[in-house]
Protein backbone atom coordinates (compact mmCIF):
# COMPACT_ATOMS: atom_id res chain seq x y z
CA UNK A 1 0.00 0.00 0.00
CA UNK A 2 1.88 2.68 -0.98
CA UNK A 3 1.46 6.38 -0.77
CA UNK A 4 0.65 6.94 -4.34
CA UNK A 5 -1.78 4.09 -4.34
CA UNK A 6 -3.70 5.48 -0.95
CA UNK A 7 -3.67 8.64 -2.18
CA UNK A 8 -5.19 7.06 -6.06
CA UNK A 9 -7.61 5.38 -4.57
CA UNK A 10 -8.83 8.18 -2.16
CA UNK A 11 -9.25 10.56 -5.50
CA UNK A 12 -10.93 8.23 -6.93
CA UNK A 13 -13.78 7.53 -4.53
CA UNK A 14 -13.03 4.30 -2.95
CA UNK A 15 -14.45 3.96 1.02
CA UNK A 16 -12.73 0.95 2.27
CA UNK A 17 -9.58 -0.70 1.13
CA UNK A 18 -8.88 -4.81 1.77
CA UNK A 19 -5.95 -6.47 3.20
CA UNK A 20 -4.45 -9.86 3.73
CA UNK A 21 -3.58 -11.47 6.92
CA UNK A 22 -0.81 -10.20 7.94
CA UNK A 23 0.16 -13.43 10.52
CA UNK A 24 -0.53 -13.40 13.87
CA UNK A 25 0.87 -10.11 15.22
CA UNK A 26 -2.21 -8.27 14.72
CA UNK A 27 -0.71 -4.77 15.75
CA UNK A 28 -0.09 -4.74 12.23
CA UNK A 29 -3.33 -4.44 11.23
CA UNK A 30 -3.76 -1.98 13.67
CA UNK A 31 -1.20 -0.23 12.03
CA UNK A 32 -2.26 -0.33 8.65
CA UNK A 33 -6.06 0.02 9.70
CA UNK A 34 -4.49 3.77 11.27
CA UNK A 35 -2.59 4.60 8.13
CA UNK A 36 -5.76 3.43 5.67
CA UNK A 37 -8.11 6.01 7.89
CA UNK A 38 -5.29 8.78 7.49
CA UNK A 39 -6.24 8.59 3.66
CA UNK A 40 -10.12 9.23 4.48
CA UNK A 41 -10.56 5.70 4.01
CA UNK A 42 -11.14 2.20 5.81
CA UNK A 43 -10.61 -1.11 6.51
CA UNK A 44 -13.16 -3.08 5.56
CA UNK A 45 -12.25 -6.47 4.81
CA UNK A 46 -9.57 -9.17 5.56
CA UNK A 47 -9.23 -11.99 3.11
CA UNK A 48 -6.12 -14.11 2.01
CA UNK A 49 -3.14 -15.94 4.04
CA UNK A 50 -5.61 -17.08 6.79
CA UNK A 51 -4.61 -19.78 8.96
CA UNK A 52 -6.83 -22.48 8.08
CA UNK A 53 -5.17 -24.97 5.70
CA UNK A 54 -5.25 -28.11 8.57
CA UNK A 55 -9.20 -26.67 9.96
CA UNK A 56 -9.98 -27.37 6.01
CA UNK A 57 -8.86 -31.06 6.32
CA UNK A 58 -9.14 -31.85 9.96
CA UNK A 59 -6.18 -31.61 11.30
CA UNK A 60 -6.06 -28.70 13.23
CA UNK A 61 -4.70 -29.01 17.07
CA UNK A 62 -6.72 -26.45 18.03
CA UNK A 63 -4.06 -23.75 16.97
CA UNK A 64 -5.45 -22.79 13.74
CA UNK A 65 -8.66 -22.02 15.42
CA UNK A 66 -6.93 -20.27 18.55
CA UNK A 67 -5.84 -17.85 15.93
CA UNK A 68 -8.69 -17.64 13.69
CA UNK A 69 -10.71 -16.57 16.90
CA UNK A 70 -8.27 -14.40 17.82
CA UNK A 71 -8.64 -12.70 14.40
CA UNK A 72 -12.32 -12.06 14.43
CA UNK A 73 -12.54 -10.69 18.42
CA UNK A 74 -9.76 -8.40 17.25
CA UNK A 75 -11.39 -7.48 13.69
CA UNK A 76 -14.05 -6.67 15.95
CA UNK A 77 -12.60 -4.31 18.54
CA UNK A 78 -11.40 -2.14 15.25
CA UNK A 79 -14.87 -2.07 13.55
CA UNK A 80 -13.86 -4.30 10.72
CA UNK A 81 -16.76 -5.96 9.55
CA UNK A 82 -15.61 -9.13 6.72
CA UNK A 83 -13.20 -11.98 6.89
CA UNK A 84 -13.05 -13.36 3.05
CA UNK A 85 -12.14 -17.04 3.25
CA UNK A 86 -11.82 -20.39 1.41
CA UNK A 87 -12.10 -23.78 1.94
CA UNK A 88 -10.47 -24.93 -0.77
CA UNK A 89 -8.40 -27.99 0.56
CA UNK A 90 -4.23 -28.08 -0.62
CA UNK A 91 -4.21 -24.74 -2.70
CA UNK A 92 -5.66 -21.48 -3.42
CA UNK A 93 -6.76 -19.90 -6.56
CA UNK A 94 -5.02 -21.16 -9.53
CA UNK A 95 -3.84 -19.78 -12.69
CA UNK A 96 -1.70 -21.48 -15.50
CA UNK A 97 -0.63 -18.27 -17.36
CA UNK A 98 -0.37 -14.69 -16.13
CA UNK A 99 0.52 -13.06 -19.68
CA UNK A 100 -2.98 -13.85 -21.96
CA UNK A 101 -3.47 -10.64 -24.04
CA UNK A 102 -6.55 -8.91 -23.54
CA UNK A 103 -7.88 -5.07 -25.39
CA UNK A 104 -4.67 -3.33 -26.17
CA UNK A 105 -2.29 -6.05 -25.49
CA UNK A 106 -3.29 -5.50 -21.59
CA UNK A 107 -1.99 -8.91 -19.32
CA UNK A 108 -4.01 -11.14 -17.93
CA UNK A 109 -4.30 -14.46 -16.03
CA UNK A 110 -5.38 -17.35 -17.11
CA UNK A 111 -6.61 -20.85 -16.53
CA UNK A 112 -6.45 -23.95 -18.68
CA UNK A 113 -6.77 -27.43 -17.34
CA UNK A 114 -4.44 -28.78 -19.89
CA UNK A 115 -1.55 -26.67 -19.01
CA UNK A 116 -1.54 -27.64 -15.25
CA UNK A 117 0.72 -29.73 -14.97
CA UNK A 118 2.94 -28.00 -17.10
CA UNK A 119 2.29 -24.23 -16.16
CA UNK A 120 4.94 -22.72 -13.53
CA UNK A 121 3.86 -19.04 -11.87
CA UNK A 122 6.85 -16.85 -10.95
CA UNK A 123 7.26 -16.73 -7.40
CA UNK A 124 4.67 -19.64 -6.75
CA UNK A 125 5.51 -23.68 -6.43
CA UNK A 126 4.32 -26.07 -9.67
CA UNK A 127 1.47 -27.47 -9.36
CA UNK A 128 1.36 -31.20 -8.31
CA UNK A 129 -0.83 -33.68 -7.21
CA UNK A 130 -1.37 -34.18 -3.41
CA UNK A 131 1.11 -36.34 -2.32
CA UNK A 132 -1.13 -38.09 -0.02
CA UNK A 133 -4.89 -39.20 -0.26
CA UNK A 134 -6.75 -36.27 -1.36
CA UNK A 135 -9.31 -34.54 0.43
CA UNK A 136 -12.81 -36.09 0.11
CA UNK A 137 -15.81 -34.34 -0.26
CA UNK A 138 -18.07 -35.64 2.81
CA UNK A 139 -15.17 -35.05 5.10
CA UNK A 140 -14.75 -31.22 3.78
CA UNK A 141 -18.33 -30.87 4.09
CA UNK A 142 -18.18 -32.65 8.00
CA UNK A 143 -14.57 -30.39 8.90
CA UNK A 144 -16.46 -27.15 7.32
CA UNK A 145 -19.57 -27.33 9.54
CA UNK A 146 -17.84 -28.28 12.33
CA UNK A 147 -15.54 -24.67 12.10
CA UNK A 148 -18.33 -22.97 11.44
CA UNK A 149 -20.58 -24.44 14.21
CA UNK A 150 -17.20 -23.17 16.64
CA UNK A 151 -16.16 -19.89 14.66
CA UNK A 152 -19.95 -18.76 14.03
CA UNK A 153 -20.85 -17.57 17.65
CA UNK A 154 -17.57 -15.74 18.27
CA UNK A 155 -18.42 -13.90 14.89
CA UNK A 156 -21.76 -12.71 16.16
CA UNK A 157 -20.41 -11.51 19.35
CA UNK A 158 -17.58 -9.62 17.56
CA UNK A 159 -19.78 -8.13 14.83
CA UNK A 160 -17.83 -9.45 12.12
CA UNK A 161 -18.92 -11.45 9.35
CA UNK A 162 -17.18 -14.78 7.45
CA UNK A 163 -17.57 -14.97 3.68
CA UNK A 164 -17.26 -17.65 1.53
CA UNK A 165 -15.13 -17.21 -1.54
CA UNK A 166 -16.01 -20.05 -4.35
CA UNK A 167 -13.48 -22.54 -5.27
CA UNK A 168 -11.13 -20.86 -7.88
CA UNK A 169 -11.45 -22.58 -10.80
CA UNK A 170 -14.77 -24.52 -9.58
CA UNK A 171 -14.04 -27.62 -10.32
CA UNK A 172 -15.09 -30.54 -8.61
CA UNK A 173 -12.23 -31.73 -7.86
CA UNK A 174 -8.04 -30.42 -8.44
CA UNK A 175 -5.04 -31.79 -7.93
CA UNK A 176 -6.23 -34.69 -5.95
CA UNK A 177 -8.34 -33.11 -3.82
CA UNK A 178 -12.39 -32.75 -3.72
CA UNK A 179 -13.75 -29.32 -3.49
CA UNK A 180 -17.59 -28.67 -2.09
CA UNK A 181 -17.55 -24.35 -3.30
CA UNK A 182 -17.76 -25.08 -6.66
CA UNK A 183 -21.55 -24.69 -7.54
CA UNK A 184 -24.50 -22.79 -6.13
CA UNK A 185 -26.30 -25.61 -4.53
CA UNK A 186 -23.05 -25.35 -2.36
CA UNK A 187 -23.69 -21.96 -1.02
CA UNK A 188 -27.31 -22.72 -0.44
CA UNK A 189 -26.33 -25.27 1.38
CA UNK A 190 -22.91 -23.36 3.51
CA UNK A 191 -25.66 -21.08 4.69
CA UNK A 192 -27.84 -23.74 5.78
CA UNK A 193 -25.01 -25.50 8.04
CA UNK A 194 -25.25 -22.68 10.54
CA UNK A 195 -27.47 -19.89 10.07
CA UNK A 196 -26.56 -16.92 10.88
CA UNK A 197 -25.88 -13.08 9.54
CA UNK A 198 -22.41 -13.95 10.24
CA UNK A 199 -22.24 -17.19 8.10
CA UNK A 200 -22.12 -15.42 4.75
CA UNK A 201 -21.32 -15.32 1.12
CA UNK A 202 -18.18 -13.70 -1.21
CA UNK A 203 -20.02 -13.33 -4.78
CA UNK A 204 -16.96 -13.47 -6.99
CA UNK A 205 -18.61 -13.40 -10.09
CA UNK A 206 -15.73 -13.91 -11.99
CA UNK A 207 -15.83 -17.51 -10.57
CA UNK A 208 -19.23 -17.85 -10.42
CA UNK A 209 -19.37 -17.12 -14.30
CA UNK A 210 -16.76 -19.97 -14.58
CA UNK A 211 -19.86 -22.33 -13.38
CA UNK A 212 -22.17 -21.50 -17.03
CA UNK A 213 -24.76 -20.12 -14.79
CA UNK A 214 -26.63 -16.50 -15.14
CA UNK A 215 -24.70 -14.27 -12.65
CA UNK A 216 -28.06 -11.71 -12.10
CA UNK A 217 -30.01 -14.67 -11.47
CA UNK A 218 -27.67 -16.12 -9.24
CA UNK A 219 -27.33 -12.83 -7.65
CA UNK A 220 -31.27 -12.48 -6.92
CA UNK A 221 -31.15 -16.75 -5.56
CA UNK A 222 -28.61 -16.12 -2.86
CA UNK A 223 -29.80 -12.43 -2.35
CA UNK A 224 -29.66 -11.29 1.53
CA UNK A 225 -26.81 -13.90 2.03
CA UNK A 226 -23.87 -12.09 -0.12
CA UNK A 227 -22.32 -9.66 1.95
CA UNK A 228 -19.08 -8.82 -0.01
CA UNK A 229 -18.09 -8.86 -4.17
CA UNK A 230 -15.42 -9.10 -6.35
CA UNK A 231 -16.89 -7.49 -9.55
CA UNK A 232 -14.69 -9.29 -12.01
CA UNK A 233 -15.59 -11.19 -15.07
CA UNK A 234 -14.11 -13.92 -17.31
CA UNK A 235 -14.36 -15.31 -21.31
CA UNK A 236 -14.34 -19.34 -20.69
CA UNK A 237 -15.51 -22.16 -18.51
CA UNK A 238 -14.53 -23.25 -15.25
CA UNK A 239 -11.53 -25.86 -17.16
CA UNK A 240 -10.25 -23.16 -19.45
CA UNK A 241 -10.73 -19.12 -19.62
CA UNK A 242 -9.21 -15.99 -19.27
CA UNK A 243 -9.72 -12.82 -17.33
CA UNK A 244 -11.23 -9.69 -19.14
CA UNK A 245 -11.76 -6.62 -18.40
CA UNK A 246 -14.95 -5.41 -16.60
CA UNK A 247 -16.35 -4.50 -19.88
CA UNK A 248 -15.76 -6.97 -22.27
CA UNK A 249 -16.49 -10.66 -20.18
CA UNK A 250 -19.36 -12.96 -20.38
CA UNK A 251 -21.71 -11.46 -17.73
CA UNK A 252 -24.22 -8.72 -18.52
CA UNK A 253 -22.64 -6.20 -15.99
CA UNK A 254 -25.45 -4.02 -15.86
CA UNK A 255 -27.76 -6.43 -14.73
CA UNK A 256 -25.42 -7.87 -12.52
CA UNK A 257 -25.20 -4.36 -10.71
CA UNK A 258 -29.06 -3.82 -10.73
CA UNK A 259 -29.75 -7.76 -9.08
CA UNK A 260 -27.36 -5.94 -6.61
CA UNK A 261 -29.98 -3.09 -6.29
CA UNK A 262 -32.64 -5.77 -6.16
CA UNK A 263 -31.62 -7.41 -3.44
CA UNK A 264 -30.80 -4.34 -0.98
CA UNK A 265 -26.76 -5.82 -1.11
CA UNK A 266 -25.41 -2.39 0.72
CA UNK A 267 -21.67 -4.29 1.50
CA UNK A 268 -18.12 -3.88 0.03
CA UNK A 269 -17.53 -4.13 -3.68
CA UNK A 270 -14.17 -4.19 -5.49
CA UNK A 271 -12.36 -5.13 -8.83
CA UNK A 272 -9.97 -8.37 -8.58
CA UNK A 273 -7.51 -9.84 -10.99
CA UNK A 274 -7.64 -6.35 -13.29
CA UNK A 275 -5.50 -6.44 -16.11
CA UNK A 276 -2.19 -5.20 -15.91
CA UNK A 277 -1.33 -2.35 -17.91
CA UNK A 278 2.00 -1.05 -19.63
CA UNK A 279 4.21 -0.09 -17.16
CA UNK A 280 3.18 -2.32 -14.85
CA UNK A 281 5.07 -5.52 -15.80
CA UNK A 282 7.02 -5.50 -12.39
CA UNK A 283 3.75 -5.33 -10.30
CA UNK A 284 1.88 -8.36 -9.31
CA UNK A 285 -0.46 -10.24 -12.21
CA UNK A 286 -4.10 -9.49 -11.38
CA UNK A 287 -3.41 -6.33 -8.51
CA UNK A 288 -1.84 -3.45 -10.51
CA UNK A 289 -3.47 -0.14 -10.00
CA UNK A 290 -4.30 1.20 -13.49
CA UNK A 291 -6.68 -1.57 -14.06
CA UNK A 292 -8.31 -1.21 -10.54
CA UNK A 293 -8.71 3.02 -11.69
CA UNK A 294 -10.17 1.93 -15.06
CA UNK A 295 -12.42 -0.73 -12.88
CA UNK A 296 -13.87 1.86 -10.22
CA UNK A 297 -14.87 4.15 -12.39
CA UNK A 298 -16.66 1.68 -14.40
CA UNK A 299 -17.89 0.11 -11.19
CA UNK A 300 -19.13 3.79 -9.97
CA UNK A 301 -20.46 4.62 -13.41
CA UNK A 302 -23.00 1.35 -13.09
CA UNK A 303 -23.70 2.15 -9.30
CA UNK A 304 -25.41 5.35 -10.73
CA UNK A 305 -26.90 4.24 -13.58
CA UNK A 306 -28.85 1.35 -11.44
CA UNK A 307 -29.96 3.69 -8.89
CA UNK A 308 -33.97 2.83 -8.19
CA UNK A 309 -35.75 6.13 -7.64
CA UNK A 310 -37.92 6.16 -4.72
Not at 109 to 135: C, K, Q, V
Not at 176 to 192: A, I, P, S
Not at 212 to 225: F, M
Amino acid sequence: MSHENLTLAAQTGVEEIVVRYPGADLSQLDEVNARIESYGMRLGVVEGNLPIENIKLGRDDGTEMAEMKKLVRHLGEIGVPIICYNFMAGTDWIRTSVDSLERGGAKVTAFDINDLHSAHIPGRPPFRESLEPGAKRDQLWTNLEAFLTEIIPVAEDAGVVLAMHPDDPPLPELLGNDRVMHCVDGFERLVELVPSPSNAIAFCQGTFSEMGIDIPAAIRQLGGHIAYVHFRDVIGTAESFVETWQDTGQTDMVEAMRAYREVGFDGPIRPDHVPQLIGEDDGEPGYTMLGRLFAYGYMRGLMDATVVEA
